[in-house]
């Protein structure tokens, strides 16, 4: 069974810079995994951020970035708002079985 | 403005069945795959499946945990989506939320189900 890891949780100053992570227990992630992120706030339903890697949707703002890190896939936060303080996931997808899987989620503490 | 509603959730007894259902409105739905994901009570969230546009076959793919017991629809003519579940299970309870695209890029705010005797 495939097992998409991210951390637990991240703790990041206001105006600071933090990065999430999100790999695959199939091997390194590549552009091919078409990583994207999501951001949800308690009550709320889940937010796209970034799709593809690295593209923005209209209404992602630009302290938020997406890549590829060391087998990973990314997302950082740059200048970190007190508002930012979310769960993320990150999901990728799997071309050999045509499915997506969610990573477990990173609780974001703003502090 | 794209919108998502989900509906047709509720309570259920384990081995029972449910139909959800997701009306879009605000794009162009007959264009577009459709995804359902769904999120246990205080946890992550889990993709369930996707079908594909009727003009690409109309192709569903489900999570390994689906084991044949959803199954994902279309109806182009009315702009909506559709989850039916069978065999439910207790670990199946979930807020259930319908998305826009493969990538999940517009979400509904979701239908809670609940299976419990």
């Known amino acids: 069974q495939t097992v998409v890891t991210q951390e637990p949780s991240l703790t990041v100053s206001p105006g600071g810079t933090v990065t999430l992570t999100c790999a695959s227990s199939?091997?390194?992630?590549?552009?091919?995994?078409?990583p994207n992120w999501f951001q949800q706030k308690p009550g709320q339903a889940p937010r796209a951020l970034i799709y593809?890697?690295?593209n923005k949707h209209s209404w992602t703002p630009v302290r938020f970035s997406g890549s590829l890190l060391g087998g990973k896939a990314a997302l950082t936060l740059s200048g970190v708002l007190p508002e930012d303080e979310a769960d993320y996931y990150c999901?990728?997808?799997?071309?050999?079985?045509?499915?997506?899987?969610f990573g477990g989620g990173t609780e974001l503490t703003v502090l | 403005e794209v919108q998502l509603v989900e509906s047709g959730g509720g309570l259920v007894k384990p081995g029972g069945s449910l139909k959800l259902s997701c009306a879009a409105s605000?794009?162009?739905?007959?264009?577009?795959?459709m995804t359902w994901v769904r999120q246990a009570p205080g946890k992550g969230l889990e993709w369930v499946g996707r079908?594909?546009?009727?003009?690409?076959?109309?192709?569903?793919d489900y999570a390994a945990f689906v084991k044949g017991r959803f199954s994902i629809s279309r109806d182009d003519s009315k702009n909506m989506l559709y989850l039916q579940m069978n065999s439910l299970k207790t670990e199946d309870t979930a807020v259930y939320f319908c998305g826009e695209g493969g990538g999940l890029n517009h979400w509904g705010h979701g239908t809670l189900v609940s299976v419990s005797s």
């Open positions: 079908i594909k546009t009727t003009r690409d076959g109309g192709t569903t």
């Open positions: 999901l990728l997808y799997y071309a050999d079985t045509r499915t997506r899987v």
């Open positions: 593809d890697t690295d």
């Open positions: 605000g794009f162009a739905f007959s264009d577009a795959w």
């Open positions: 199939t091997g390194p992630v590549t552009s091919g995994y078409y």
